[in-house]
């Protein structure tokens, strides 16, 4: 049975863990690697991502193109782990579930005391 947390958003990327770089990180990766001529290796370990993603980042049309491929190899189901997705699932509802009773996640009961 899904939990009550399961339906609310994180919606503050400094409190959500899938989110590796925020979206001002990113525009500043962009400006780095244009402006300032850094290498694709030196931004990933500026940042401590993967090399991989500051490709994606600063060349969105390759990103595209690799989900593409993906779509076309069977799509992410190839490197699917049942039991380790299942530790990470309970993982991340117990997360929600905790900055839930800390008053972090904003619920439809949290807007209408707000107001």
Request: aromatic share 6%; proline share 3%; with cysteine.
């Amino acid at each position: 049975m899904p939990r009550k947390t399961d339906s609310i958003p994180i919606n503050n990327e400094l409190l959500d863990r899938r989110v590796k770089l925020t979206k001002d990180q990113k525009e500043l990766i962009v400006w780095l690697r244009e402006e300032e001529q850094i290498s694709y290796q030196k931004l990933a370990n500026q940042f401590n991502v993967s090399k991989r993603s500051i490709i994606f980042i600063c060349r969105p049309e390759l990103k595209a193109k690799d989900l593409e491929n993906r779509k076309n190899r069977g799509g992410s189901k190839i490197y699917y782990n049942r039991e380790k997705h299942t530790i990470q699932i309970r993982e991340h509802r117990d997360y929600k579930k905790e900055l839930n009773e800390k008053g972090l996640l904003k619920t439809k009961k949290n807007e209408v005391d707000s107001l």
